[in-house]
């Protein structure tokens, strides 16, 4: 069965200093992975997607994620993190039917 | 139209009452999908359609819940005798029906049950 965990249920990191959230999926087959931010009273917005090839894909915003088949990981990345990235952070597994994380909230430090 | 549109955005009812919620997906998408989010949480799949196919009822928590959705339009969610339980956000999304790509969501439906 497809599931995903995120470890990690809030964080918070200093604005510019860099982020890293930690998504591990359990999937049958290559899987499609997908994170997306959710921003308060807004609605979900795909940052990136993986499906094959380069295991590190850029998304928007400037976040970055690498998919590692041996750890099953998909972690999202960011260099450096503005004010405006305080949001929550989906991961999900699968297609058509996806199946989601419980999110991490992101809390940026001035 | 351009994005993803839910109605009412929110809706408080009473326990037991029977509610209906709207999504109108973006034009040409062929896939529709509703999720439930309670509070502090993830996302929960519902149900799911694909053109003219047979939905995907595999989420739907219990025979209160029921969704209809006509060819590739508008697809309604009906919540029957509603229980506090039910309170969460419930969200629809789109796609063009692929697997390459990921969803449209729409803002949600906050739905309370007092």
């Known amino acids: 069965a497809q599931s995903v965990t995120q470890p990690d249920i809030h964080i918070t990191v200093s604005e510019g200093a860099s982020l890293e959230l930690r998504c591990n999926y359990s999937y049958g087959a290559t899987p499609y992975l997908f994170w997306y931010v959710q921003s308060p009273g807004q609605g979900l917005q795909l940052l990136l997607k993986y499906f094959s090839g380069d295991t590190l894909v850029q998304g928007i915003k400037g976040f970055e994620a690498e998919f590692k088949r041996s750890q099953s990981s998909f972690n999202l990345r960011k260099p450096s993190v503005h004010w405006s990235d305080a949001a929550e952070y989906f991961c999900?597994?699968?297609?058509?039917?996806?199946?989601f994380g419980a999110g991490t909230r992101l809390t940026v430090k001035p | 139209g351009a994005g993803v549109s839910q109605s009412p955005s929110n809706k408080v009812t009473e326990k037991g009452k029977d509610v209906e919620l709207r999504c109108d997906p973006i034009?040409?998408?062929?896939?529709l999908y509703w999720y439930r989010q309670r509070l502090g949480q993830g996302l929960e799949f519902l149900i799911y359609f694909q053109g003219n196919s047979a939905p995907d009822k595999s989420g739907l928590p219990s025979d209160r819940f029921s969704a209809e959705r006509t060819g590739e339009s508008v697809s309604t969610l009906t919540i029957q005798r509603t229980q506090q339980e039910d309170s969460a956000v419930y969200l629809c999304?789109?796609?063009?029906?692929?697997?390459?790509?990921?969803?449209?969501f729409g803002s949600g439906t906050r739905l309370t049950v007092v």
């Open positions: 034009s040409g998408h062929t896939a």
């Open positions: 999900a597994v699968g297609t058509p039917n996806m199946r």
């Open positions: 999304a789109s796609s063009p029906g692929t697997d390459l790509y990921g969803y449209t």
